[in-house]
């Protein structure tokens, strides 16, 4: 999805590969893999340590558990693993979100999480079903489903304008 936007992305798996990096996705898959891999690979702490400085990240499905209070803590939220069910309860449906022009996004939900609780620094966009499923916090968007399985880039997208200001800001 961010090629097709025109980013160069490259995938990160030591320590070493944040270095450079304009912004980050934290993609979905499985929680408890993710956090594992973090901590083998000594990813954790420096991985805190780059959201701690403001660069752009989009957090999806998992992405979103990974960075929750019970795991890396950079997000003041709690998120519920496989809040809508297993895989079988799987669904889509549309969602508005504040900031994200163009109508409802599509949003593909699998296993997916919801926030079961978060603090006053945590800005909610959207819930479905009374729980929140995106959220805003500082630089970091993190929503509980896979945007990158529709064709919309719109979520990719502001984490390109977010790397953007970033840029405009600190040049400035």
Known sequence: MLAELGAEAREVRTPGDLAGLDGLVLPGGESTTMTLGLEREGLAEPLRDLLASGIPTLATCAGMIVLDREHLDVLDLVARRNAFGRQVRSFETDLE?????????????????????HGQRVEVLAELEGHPVAVRQGDVLAVAFHPELTKDGRLHRWLIDAIAARDVREAA
């Open 97 to 117: 979100l504040p900031g994200v022009s163009g109508g409802p996004l599509r949003a593909v939900f699998i296993r997916a999480p919801w926030v079961e609780d």
